[in-house]
């Protein structure tokens, strides 16, 4: 799916789920910073550092938020993979094009 999603948008990057915790959820549930970073049993900065995209989620924090909005990890990860996968298209796009594919022999 978030592959999916990012292909049909190649020149916009996908949401960093750090934004939507700063612009969406948090400000839904009225909860500050500190507030949302002891509920999730997290530092302060650490959330902090997320909600300022100078983070990704970690499989541990998906799991925290998963918990924390009732709607599980895979959500989080996936938003996080497909942030991930499209900046790293754009790092390395031009290289990842000279490379060849080479085709899987068939299973026996």
Same mark, same amino acid.
């Given at each position: 799916?978030?592959?999916? =999603?990012?292909?049909? @948008?190649?020149?916009?990057?996908?949401?960093?789920?750090?934004?939507?915790?700063?612009?969406?959820?948090?400000?839904? =549930?009225?909860?500050?910073?500190?507030?949302?970073?002891?509920?999730?049993?997290?530092?302060?900065?650490?959330?902090? @550092?997320?909600?300022?995209?100078? &983070?990704?989620? &970690?499989?541990?924090?998906?799991? @925290?938020?998963?918990?924390?909005?009732?709607?599980?990890?895979?959500?989080?990860?996936?938003?996080?993979?497909?942030?991930?996968?499209?900046?790293?298209? @754009?790092?390395?796009?031009?290289? =990842?094009?000279?490379?060849?594919?080479?085709?899987?022999?068939?299973?026996?």
């Amino acid at each position: 799916m978030t592959q999916e =999603l990012a292909a049909r @948008r190649p020149i916009r990057a996908p949401t960093h789920p750090g934004a939507i915790l700063r612009e969406d959820v948090l400000p839904a =549930l009225k909860l500050t910073i500190t507030e949302a970073a002891k509920r999730l049993r997290v530092t302060r900065q650490q959330l902090h @550092r997320i909600l300022a995209e100078e &983070s990704g989620i &970690s499989p541990e924090m998906a799991l @925290r938020l998963g918990k924390f909005c009732g709607n599980g990890p895979h959500l989080w990860m996936g938003m996080q993979e497909a942030f991930d996968l499209w900046q790293a298209r @754009r790092k390395i796009g031009r290289e =990842l094009e000279r490379i060849e594919t080479e085709p899987m022999p068939p299973a026996e």
